[in-house]
């Protein structure tokens, strides 16, 4: 995410905090270090909380690049959504599920070792043990909050999972994405009218990632109804590993095409995109040959796959164009804008 930096790697998963983050930071800072223990505090139960959604989403498939901690809450970025509800059902509920496990592990222990009286004190950081309750009710927070059925928060995704297997994805998620709004601006509302501008932010955070996801739906199922070769421009360039890069810059020039699968013998030995080129001729100037710069290792897809999947694997490896191949030859090159243009007709029409 911008505006953000890494602090730690875990599970292969970059731990980022944000840097708004700071600020609560210095706000905390100057109620002194009980108030820093309970920034700790919430910083330690959101990361576990985002790990365990990451962790069962792994389970199923899905990589999750990194966690990104916000003053109010934590963002885990994931290469692609949820086949099936289940899934979503079952990833969405793990964060949650795991701080009603913290609450339900630690409840007698601390009640022996901190007593009822300091236990169910109204939060405060007056003494050491209300310091330590204070950071263990944080998980009830966390579970009840994210809990609320407001897409795209746990709770709104669970609701449309559970709608999804009875309506479809497309229905459900509208539903679920209305709810959401609706909580939003109710949020929204006790707000404004009771100053209190986190729960603006988070109202205005909820409504746009819920019509975010909306469309991110949309454009998912218009996408799976074409397949690669439906779309797949007909007039395609190769390139040969001994040209320059400066043959590979007039081609561009020439041609609607940036980004080349390099061919030797009627193999296909790599790919170079747009972006491999510019950095190519800055570093190297235009005399380089294209074997030297291209990737020998690079993402494919089948001319059969649908766009959905194109556009999946595309997110997962950070690229913007693809080789097209058919019984292993290359026959095309497939990019975001290409992918991009269909919706745009299909969405104009409906
Ligand atoms: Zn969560």
Redesign the pocket.
């Known amino acids: 995410m911008r505006g953000s930096f890494r602090l730690f790697k875990v599970f292969g998963i970059s731990i980022n905090m944000h840097i708004t983050f700071i600020l609560l930071l210095f706000l905390f800072l100057a109620g002194g270090v009980k108030w820093l223990f309970i920034l700790v505090g919430i910083f330690f139960f959101v990361t576990l909380?985002?790990l365990c959604?990451s962790l069962v989403a792994k389970k199923f498939g899905i990589k999750v690049r990194e966690i990104t901690l916000l003053p109010i809450g934590?963002v885990a970025s994931m290469t692609k959504m949820p086949e099936k509800p289940m899934h979503e059902f079952l990833i969405?509920l793990a964060?949650?599920m795991f701080n009603i496990m913290v609450i339900v592990v630690f409840f007698l222990p601390l009640k022996y070792i901190l007593g009822d009286e300091v236990l169910f004190h109204p939060l405060s950081a007056a003494t050491w043990p209300l310091t330590i309750a204070y950071v263990y009710w944080i998980n009830l927070v966390l579970a009840v909050f994210?809990l609320i059925p407001a897409f795209p928060?746990?709770g709104g995704r669970i609701f449309r999972a559970l709608l999804a297997t009875k309506l479809g994805i497309r229905k459900a998620t509208r539903i679920a994405v209305s709810l959401g709004h609706l909580f939003a601006l109710v949020f929204a509302y006790f707000g404004i009218t009771r100053m209190n501008f986190i729960l603006v932010i988070i109202a205005v955070f909820i409504y746009t990632a819920a019509s975010g996801e909306e469309m991110q739906v949309n454009v998912k199922e218009t996408l799976k109804k074409f397949r690669v070769r439906d779309i797949l421009p007909q007039d395609f360039v190769s390139i040969k590993p001994d040209a320059t890069l400066g043959n590979v810059l007039e081609t561009v020039f020439h041609n609607r095409q940036e980004d080349f699968p390099v061919v030797a013998d009627g193999k296909m030995a790599g790919f170079i995109t747009r972006k491999d080129l510019v950095t190519g001729l800055h570093q190297f100037g235009k005399d380089k040959t294209v074997s030297e710069v291209m990737r020998k290792d690079f993402p494919k897809v089948k001319d059969t796959d649908t766009l959905v999947k194109a556009q999946n694997v595309m997110q997962a490896n950070g690229v913007t164009a693809l080789p097209v191949l058919k019984d292993g030859d290359a026959i095309g090159v497939i990019t975001i804008e290409d992918i991009g243009r269909v919706y745009a007709m299909i969405s104009r029409k409906d």
């Open positions: 909380h985002e959604h934590g969405s964060g949650p994210n928060m746990d």
